[in-house]
């Protein structure tokens, strides 16, 4: 077996072992920072010894044994340093005690284990960057290498960031458990938005740095696919990973092949990805089973599935989605989703319906230099035949946006007003 | 990247044989944790070749062709398609399936468990994939 041979027998291996290991560890040790650079260390025993004896049999269990040894160590450590001490010492001898069942406990719990990892990696005591970052490194089992490059960041920022984190968790004393009761509901929303948050840094790629991105979207499918397995209870959580398959499914289809994006209704149905349709809405029909009202991700994806349902933008039923907005409008109200809200209306009753939604959002502060707005506002005009309006609003919305390729579209409208075409 | 697992037909499966139930708990139990893991995407397990077709573009006009089919070893009896980061990746997975249990057993060779894994053409992939060879050809010109 060559290096490069074993080295990527190694990533493979990690890759399917990685995030088990460092979970069952946290549990092992109560501390995430710990299991992680014993999960490390496991790592780089494995790169240095598999060449030369090639992968074991049983390499996961090669990795919690090596890992396990220095846990062991450690927890002796810690235990004849606190019978120094004269504390707890019984109870630490007890703990020694059962350390040979230690393995099959953790088999058992691995699951338990991995969901009480995502919530720590995604606890609110830290930023939403460190949250991204630690999730990835912990559960996505992608390196710092490859994280830095999915962010266009280098590689020390990301190393500094999960350093950081890790240090916060230790300062602020997070337990390593699924929090119960009343906290259960506002941490698995933090949970759900560090997934989607990696999922739309992936979607909102644009060509070029296109392929290393659209990882980001493969990890956090992946990632809400296993939640949706130890979370299986969970209403939202199909509803978030319902939401992801939809959107994934029409990733080939919204740009061209030189990189112009494609509006959803102008884009080739037969690109679309049916395999990631068909997870999708059988995701939002465990979800719909299992909640009484739709949460704010199961609403999103029923409006994707609309999408979804429809064999041509012709067929699509805009009433339904106008439906599914004013009940999102009701649990998760922003002026993103009123504006969306309007070009539904637009859709199903008449540009009118629509520009009367939007005129009320312009003093909205936080709509200010968002250029979706004058675009949209733009097209309704245009479509009422207000054709200098319209062009004044097009030329406003290029002025906003940031995206080059975007404002080249919005020129372009512009100038078409004026040829009536 | 996504990829095809595709299991091998043998001897039982041509004749139409349900594998024991043994080995189905086991590939329930290897599928969950396929499932667990974020890998699994879509599974199935065909019928046997005598209840298919092949079509043949020969001559002049299309040849339909009734099952089964004799070369019982380049058949298909089931697939798997799984999101994996690497081919790698799938290899240490079908390791891990109920397959490994034939290991060290005397098995007939018709009967050995072999497992082919192929990665699927992604869609930008092929578009760059027919663009360079389109390229190629009219620098030929």
Known sequence: MTDSEARRAVEAVWRIEGARLTASLARLVG????????????????????????????????????????????LRRRQRLERKQAQLGRQLEIEQENVP???????????????????????????????????LRLLGGLTTDEIARAHLVPEPTVAQRIVRAKRTLGEAHVPFEVPAGADLGARLSSVLEVIYLIFNEGYAATAGEHWIRLDLCQEALRLGRILAELAPHEPEVHGLVALMEL???????????SGDPVLLLDQDRGR?????????????????????????????????????????????DWKQITALYDA????????????????????????????EVVESLLGEPSLRGYHLLPSVRGDLLFRLGRIDEARAEFERAASLTKNVREREVLRERARSTRTGS | MRVLVIVKANKESEAGALPDKQLVDEMQKFNDELSRNGVMLAADGLHPSSKGKRVRFAGSKPTVIDGPFAETKELIAGYWIWQVKSVEEAVEWIKRAPFAKALGQPVPDDKVPEIEIRPIFEQDEFDRALAAQQAKVASKR
């Open chain 1, 101 to 135: 069942d230690l393995e099959a406990a953790m088999d058992d719990q691995v699951g338990d284990s991995l969901l009480r990892l995502m919530f720590v990696a995604c606890h609110p005591v830290l930023s939403r960057e460190a949250r991204v970052a630690l999730t």
């Open chain 1, 247 to 257: 959107q994934a499914s029409r990733l080939r289809a919204r740009t061209t092949a």
């Open chain 1, 272 to 316: 679309w990805d049916h395999l990631l349709i068909q997870r999708g809405l059988h995701g939002l029909a465990r979800a719909e089973t299992l909640g009484q009202t739709l949460g704010p991700y199961a609403l999103q994806a029923s409006i994707a599935a609309c999408h979804a349902r429809a064999r041509t933008a012709q067929e699509t």
């Open chain 1, 328 to 355: 999102l409008v009701e649990v998760a109200p922003s002026p993103v989703v009123e504006l969306n809200r309007a070009v539904a209306l637009s859709m199903a009753y008449g540009p009118d319906a629509g520009l």
């Open chain 1, 31 to 74: 501390d995430v920072s710990v299991a992680d650079d014993l999960a490390q260390d496991a790592l780089v025993a494995a790169l240095e010894q598999w060449p030369g004896s090639g992968i074991p049999e049983k390499p996961g269990a090669w990795l919690m044994g090596t890992a396990k040894h220095h846990a062991i160590d450690l």
